[in-house]
């Protein structure tokens, strides 16, 4: 089963569920970080082993000396990649969508497969488990190519289960990470800010049609209007996570929570059959 | 006319209530909410809304089942799946379409039909502290870049037309698509992190990114206290990059209490906050006067 960890915004604590959840899991299982704009779950899980491999999106590569200057690429393209400027056949490989229209549509074969590079994947070993992260490169405005490409080589089903820390927002980045997970674990504050941003993720995820519970970080602070949406949305709450400042002194170590602070682990463990239930109750359905 | 973004690589570091409480240290200054997926700064500023527009972006396809003689081809060459077959026919999952055009153009009997897409919502508001420009995307919605810079553009108007120095924005969170569109045109980024370690690892690489559009960074370390070794190291590397840390501000209370009433920070009458973020105010402004 793939679960995934997300939030309306980040800074909420959802790398830090997914590392804690990742420490008490049962092995096999597969953390991924898809939060390829700044990744930060390696920090708590300290991978080894690590293997990094490039990721590449395909944007054509032109042969002037063939092109005619009939513009049918150019006419095709949305997003400006490409472009004939008087006689000359211009083009922009970091707005590409990769998409191929170009290279298909092109009477005169000027236009081939070229690559641009995306960024990383970074696969490793924690304690056991398979760790894979992408890290987008920095000038690269496209993650979801990036992430695309790591969830399309996930070990699903063999591997057992797969945690996936989800992007922040509800933008497309975000969609792309949860719409192949089979359950959706939204972490939020009680707190104006917390509220309004899980309303929007809510907004945004409800539609996919996935088990989806909340998980309420720093309670205590702030005040009662999460809860409130919760009742009325009928969002079940699966875990509350006090607000400490013992907690944040563990994050800003690098520690997971789970393990720094023992008291936290029934919650944690709560949580994980939350979740692991709230998944057997919609395939057994 | 000089332009500050508020950004911190991550959500979460204080960003929007940093960007509060300089609102209202700023006497003339036109507002902008850059995070258009997840504006937060309406939250404090109350906006009214004088002027509210439709966003339009992109294109989407659309199968009409009469037209479609179920070749399978837009189906084959769709790089994105976002085309399927179902029990009524071929069908686009708008979810996964880019609006790329290709099912369009090679659609044998031109079945597809190639919209464009309402993506958001921009306003244009009077609040408590000056003229604010923001929006809101759809979720699920991509060009949040573009929707970024029709906002940049249009609080640029407006500061001209009004006579504005400067343009102040909450910036969007990450170093992708949106956080790019913020940084173009921008006289200083301050980069607001908190002393962890994640923090720092974001640290690095949003400067990295506002170095590659030679945007000036400043550094505000939010929640200094709370780790002193981290706070150190943060520093450490602030100095060694040759970048000012214009305040350093402790964990405290007081900044959730502010939000929770819909007010800045420094609204609220806390003495020292309030006089840090002063502070920190005045050294910004020095540093942008200096870098012209
Ligand atoms: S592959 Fe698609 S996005 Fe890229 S240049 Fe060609 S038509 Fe444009
Ligand atoms: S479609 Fe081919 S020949 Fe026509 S302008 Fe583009 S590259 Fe040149």
Not at chain 1, 203 to 226: L, T, W
Not at chain 2, 78 to 89: K, L, P, V, W
Not at chain 2, 220 to 225: A, E, F, Q, V
Request: hydrophobic share 40%; aromatic share 6%.
């Amino acid at each position: 089963m793939i679960y995934a960890i997300a939030s309306g915004k980040g800074g909420t604590g959802k790398t830090t569920v997914t590392a804690s959840l990742a420490s008490i899991w049962e092995t096999p299982l597969t953390a991924v970080d898809l939060d390829v704009e700044e990744p930060n779950l390696h920090l708590f899980l300290k991978p080894e082993e690590m293997i990094t491999g490039k990721a590449h999106i395909e944007v054509p590569d032109a042969d002037e000396d063939k092109c005619t200057g009939c513009r049918a690429c150019s006419e095709l393209c949305q997003f400006k990649a490409i472009t004939v400027m008087g006689d000359t056949l211009l083009t922009f490989p970091e707005m590409c969508h990769g998409c191929g229209g170009c290279i298909a549509i092109c009477p005169e074969k000027a236009l081939t497969p070229g690559k641009r590079e995306l960024g990383e994947i970074v696969t490793g070993k924690s304690h056991g488990n398979e760790f894979i992260m992408g890290r987008l490169r920095i000038g690269e405005a496209m993650s979801p190519p990036l992430m695309k490409q790591i969830l399309n080589d996930l070990p699903i089903n063999s591997q057992g289960d797969v945690l996936i820390d989800a992007p922040p927002g509800v933008s497309c980045p975000a969609i792309t990470a949860v719409m192949r997970a089979d359950c959706i674990v939204l972490v939020t504050e009680p707190t104006p800010f917390g509220l309004h941003d899980f309303r929007l993720a809510w907004e945004a995820f409800s539609p996919i049609g996935k088990p989806m519970g909340a998980v309420i970080n720093r309670a205590g602070v702030g005040n009662n209007d999460v809860y409130d949406f919760c009742r009325e949305k009928d969002i079940p709450i699966w875990a509350e996570i006090p607000f400490d400042r013992s907690v944040a002194e563990a994050y800003s170590n690098g520690y997971v929570p789970v393990k720094a602070i023992p008291t936290l682990k029934p919650t944690f463990e709560s949580l994980k059959n939350s979740m692991q239930k709230a998944v057997n109750e919609v395939s057994h359905a | 006319m000089h332009e500050v973004v508020i950004i911190s690589g991550k959500g979460g570091a204080g960003k929007t209530s940093i960007t509060g409480a300089f609102a209202n240290l700023a006497d003339n200054a036109i507002l902008c909410d850059l995070d258009v997926d997840a504006p937060d700064l309406h939250l404090l500023l109350s906006p009214e809304h004088k002027r509210i527009e439709e966003f339009y972006s992109g294109n989407e396809a659309i199968i009409n089942q009469e037209q479609c003689t179920k070749c399978g081809l837009c189906e084959a060459m769709c790089r994105f799946s976002a085309i399927t077959q179902t029990d009524e026919g071929f069908a686009v999952d708008p979810m996964r379409c880019e609006g790329c055009n290709v099912c369009v153009s090679f659609c044998p009997p031109q079945a597809i039909s190639f919209p464009s897409k309402h993506c958001g919502t921009w306003y244009e508001s009077e609040t408590r502290f000056g003229t604010m420009v923001h929006a809101q995307l759809f979720p699920g919605e991509e060009n949040s870049g573009r929707l970024v810079t029709l906002l940049k553009q249009h609080a640029r108007k407006r500061a001209e037309e009004e006579g504005h120095e400067l343009v102040l924005s909450d910036g969007a969170p990450g170093i992708g698509c949106p956080v790019i569109s913020s940084l173009a045109g921008t006289n200083l980024a301050v980069v607001v992190t908190e002393p962890t370690l994640s923090g720092l690892h974001d640290l690095k690489r949003v400067a990295k990114l506002c170095t590659g559009f030679k945007t000036k960074v400043a550094v505000l370390i939010n929640k200094h206290d709370l780790n002193l070794a981290q706070a150190k190291a943060i520093e450490e590397y602030c100095q060694e990059k040759g970048y000012p840390v214009i305040c350093r501000f402790p964990h405290d209370n007081a900044v959730t209490e502010a939000m929770v009433q819909g007010k800045a920070i420094n609204e609220t009458g806390d003495s020292t906050a309030s006089q840090l973020l002063e502070a920190a105010w005045s050294n910004m402004l020095n540093l942008l006067h200096d870098s012209k």
